[in-house]
């Protein structure tokens, strides 16, 4: 188990941006760490995943080109950047990771056994 902090949740308006964090406690090279959301009546998804050694991310496409997720090591932080937010975006954020690759199913919320709370992202004019 490894305990998860999400930061940086808040509103904006269409268009605008906001920036996620998560740190975690002790940064380990082992760990993929990925963002997940869930909307009211909806299921959780994939939001991305940044892969432990090389880097690597994965975007859902909802997201793609809109969403960046990096990491800082020294800091045991990842961070997820989102600009040219939608109303569809609004969501709980999570922040999730594990001893493991993203690989070809990091969008599977079964795959992670260490969650933080959720920060709240409403997207609204």
């Known amino acids: 188990h490894v305990d998860i902090v999400e930061f940086g949740g808040g509103s904006a308006q269409p268009g605008g941006s906001l920036q996620l964090s998560c740190v975690t406690g002790?940064?380990?090279?082992?760990?993929?760490r990925a963002w997940f959301r869930q909307a009211p009546g909806k299921e959780r998804e994939g939001i991305s995943c940044?892969?432990?050694?090389?880097?690597?991310?994965h975007y859902a496409d909802s997201v793609k080109s809109r969403f960046t997720t990096f990491r800082d090591e020294g800091k045991n932080t990842v961070y997820l950047q989102m600009v040219s937010l939608k109303p569809e975006d609004t969501g709980v954020y999570f922040c999730?990771?594990?001893?493991?690759?993203?690989?070809?199913?990091?969008?599977?919320?079964?795959?992670?056994?260490?969650w933080g709370q959720g920060t709240q992202v409403t997207v609204s004019s």
């Open positions: 002790g940064f380990n090279m082992e760990y993929a």
């Open positions: 940044i892969s432990n050694g090389d880097g690597a991310t």
């Open positions: 999730a990771t594990d001893l493991r690759l993203c690989g070809s199913r990091w969008h599977d919320p079964s795959g992670f056994g260490s």
